[in-house]
């Protein structure tokens, strides 16, 4: 059996919700019912550490659940270029 990487897309999708729905929602419960928010972020820690781990012995593609859980390396590459050009532009008389 293949085993499919947890996502929030998938859960709500099975909740019948969306994932805007679930955000609003959890932006919502800040403050005012502290147990129902620590369901939310455990299942948010659950699906990101599905990925990670199952990424990282290979079961998914690491690139692809890398960029998803914003684990990308970023480089900052820093040229100098100096471009000298001249142009010549020549017009020639049509004599007739």
């Known amino acids: 059996m293949i085993q499919r990487p947890f996502t929030m897309q998938g859960l709500c999708r099975y909740l019948d919700c969306n994932t805007a729905y679930f955000r609003q929602f959890k932006n919502e419960l800040r403050g005012e019912d502290k147990d129902f928010a620590t369901v939310i972020t455990s299942i948010e820690e659950t699906v990101y550490q599905q ?3 199952n990424a990282v012995i290979g079961v998914y593609n690491t690139n692809i659940i890398a960029r998803d859980l914003g684990l990308t390396d970023k ?3 820093k040229q100098d270029v100096k471009v ?4 010549e532009i ?3 008389d049509e004599a007739d």
């Not at 000298?84 to 142009?87: A, D, E, G, K, L």
């Open 51 to 53: 990925k990670f781990e």
């Open 75 to 77: 480089q900052e590459i």
């Open 84 to 87: 000298n050009q001249v142009f």
């Open 90 to 92: 020549g017009y020639e």
